[in-house]
């Protein structure tokens, strides 16, 4: 199966493109006060490492907006200024270079107030994002229209005030805290316009049943090739919206960050600390700095006889184990056995070396063509 997307205008945001067959981008928030400088930079480098694309920074004050001059030339992702109520740190964040605002059309809505907003965007040639939330919506106690229906009702109204200021750089969310009334909104909204879509949920909760619930809601969206950026919101440290986010993009093979590692859940059978082993697998595989996302590859660590051969087999590589020892698989052939104290290591090793047949494999191609150029024009 190939999830067919649907096609949204590009926007672009500092250098990253979204929309369109461009990758799904991976968004997070920082947690911190912006104008705390060293805070905010220490948690936007831990971000950037761990994968995230794109930060939005709160702006609350004039001193959140005069920060960004300050924290942007020292990282290396685009930064979204979150405003809210006061629409001239809009202007202030534009001029202190942010790469695109976030305006809430619940509390900036009158029109002279996004006019001049408008036009500062037009000089800066940044985006706008229309980030709607079901807490957030004026008219809230209107009973006439389900929660879907006000939040694609207040994007096409606050589109509609956009557009008749030609503009069009326009990214949109309309974000609930129910995974079915995210769905359906979003559902809604793609079929009435064609700007890119940032997927998520609002007050998720605390990160197991956060991304559960994300993962249901975002996943089905982007399953039905809706969206073109997510962010996972969390009760909990920014990197983990990064790491949820990743995973529900490799789940859907939208996107590749690493090997995909496959392992049993254990049972009786299993004779094996296979807990351990994961995590650390896991864990050692982060520091390692891989050609991971360029040739990815399937791990397998497996507990018994049961499926363990066979999801090995299946793998690029994979070790099945029995009672202490495992036997390790290397692309469907069986290899050698391993103790349990040696495996996580000699999977790395056997990764290493599968990703250095890969690198001089792309070489040869990449001389071959040039030769074969050279020779054409001779």
Partial sequence: MKIVRHKTKIVRIGNIYIGSDNPITIQSMAKTKTANI???????????????EIVRLAIK?????????????????????????????????IDNGADKIRLNPGNIYKRSEIKEIVSALKLA?????????????????????????????AALDYIKIIEGLKFYDIVVSLKASTVLDTIEAYRKLSRLCDYPLHLGLTATGSSGQGTIKSAIAVGTL???????????SLTDKPLQEVKAAKYILEALQLRKFGPEIISCPTCGRCEVDLVKIVRD????????????????????????VVNGPGEARQADIGIAFGKNEGLLFKDGKPVKKVS????VDTLLKELENSLACYSISQLSSSTGKQANRQTDKQ
Wanted: net charge positive.
């Fill in 38 to 52: 060293e805070n905010t930079l220490k948690q936007i480098k831990e971000l950037e490492n761990t994968g995230c």
């Fill in 61 to 93: 004050d004039i001193l959140d907006a005069r920060a960004l001059k300050k924290i942007k030339p020292k990282i290396n992702i685009p930064v979204v200024a979150d405003i809210h109520f006061n629409w001239r740190l809009a202007l202030e964040a």
């Fill in 125 to 153: 040639k940044i985006p706008l994002r229309i980030g709607l939330n079901s807490g957030s919506l004026r008219n809230l106690n209107s009973k006439r229209l389900s929660m879907p229906d006000k939040l694609v009702k």
């Fill in 222 to 232: 982007l399953l039905e090739g809706i969206g073109d950026t997510i962010r996972i």
């Fill in 281 to 304: 697998l896991e864990a050692k595989l982060t520091t390692y700095n891989l050609q991971l996302t360029t040739h990815p590859l399937k791990l397998a660590v497996m507990g018994c």
């Fill in 340 to 343: 349990f104290n040696r495996c």
